[in-house]
């Protein structure tokens, strides 16, 4: 990895990406200090100190939430949109076809993506101010409507810099955001450790178990991510005129985490929106019964439990989204290619659902017990079981590797086109 890291310094476009990436990444955390007016900060600091959800919205905005600046929202109005827009192409015929229409239909797509995030973090915005209404300065409707625009404007502002990085920079924008977050807020971690140390709170061998637990969490994780599944292909041998072309052996490789950390990302946002919904009903059924017991403590049993279904199933939704079996077979049979021993078409695309049916049920397991087997055992210390957490890990290392893969793939484009010039 260091090696493609010194390799990408040395060229020059490459290196403009990387420097154009960290110079947003300074953006976004200058962001996460600049606050809205109107609001006492530091009661709203206090009770995100105190764990919950508010602590995990505060994870992913970099400390956003926990300063109340204009990035409060960071970037989960548009993960959310994007969750609810792909969902609906499952299901939508018409959307089906537009994302299937080449770039012009992603454009639309797009579009739709970004009107859906206003709306979203309008919607998610006006939540934030009847949830702390009692900590305005004032009770004026022109206040709350400030509010509301300036939260809505740094949420489409995190969108834009996301869209930036992703054209401009190195891998997913939204994604390397989402990432910066959650490194940004390790220092604090660690000084809060120490001040449980220093307090008599947390035992040295706590601290020492809590590291070494980490440690082989992060050896598991970079080993799945790395792992694939190699499945053998033949080219048959044509001839043409008097050329003999084709016959060798290659390989499909399916990677064992197919899709990222995607799956862990829209997981948490769905959770997150129950409670969102929640505020604007505080004495509701569906917030006594629903929001409050079941998605407001990320460290109860429940919410882990529906957050592990969650995670099998956008594994199982991303993998499909990745991979067409059909498709796949289709593509091999029409270059001459075929596994040894299966039957070529449909006998081939449904060996190769097989496999992946195989791999994914495993994966999505794996991936739903190192988010949530943290949280459950951190429950009981003071240690947040957030910065520490799995779904930390699994964000860091996750996004590291697919940076690192970007990179590679991009060297490689740059030596394939040197040598064709």
Known sequence: MWETIKRAFRLKELRKRIWVTLFLFILFRLGTYIPVAGIDRAAIQAL????????????????????????ALSVIPYINASIILQLLTAVIPALERLAKEGEAGQKKMARYTRQLTVFLATLQAFSVVVMFQNYLVSTSIL????????????????????????????????????FAGIVSRLPVGVI????????????IGSIIGEILGMLILIVIVIFAYQAERRIPVQYAKRIVGRKVYGGQSTYIPLRLVQAGVLPIIFAVSVMMFPQTLGQFWPTSWFTLHIATPFFGNPSGFRYNLIYFGLIVFFTYFYTSLTYDPIKLGDDLQKY?????????????????????????????????????????????????A?????????????VSLETVREIEAYLLMRHYKGFLK
């Open 336 to 384: 001459g290619g075929f596994i040894p021993g299966i039957r070529p078409g449909m006998r081939t695309a449904e060996y190769i659902a097989g496999v992946l049916n195989k791999i994914v049920l495993p994966t999505s397991i794996f991936l739903g017990l190192v988010a949530i087997v943290p949280n459950l055992i951190f429950r009981n210390m003071a240690v947040s």
């Open 48 to 71: 995100v100190q105190k764990g919950g959800f508010l602590a995990l919205l505060d994870l992913f905005s970099g400390g956003g939430f926990g300063n109340f600046s204009i990035f």
């Open 143 to 178: 206040l709350k409507i400030v509010i509301v625009a300036s939260l809505v404007a740094g949420s489409y502002i995190v969108l834009w810099l996301g869209e930036i990085m992703t054209e401009k920079g190195i891998g997913n924008g939204v994604s390397l955001i989402i």
């Open 386 to 398: 957030f910065v520490f957490g799995g779904t930390s890990v699994l964000i860091i290392i996750g």
């Open 192 to 203: 809060e450790m120490k001040q449980l140390y220093f307090a008599h709170s947390l035992g």
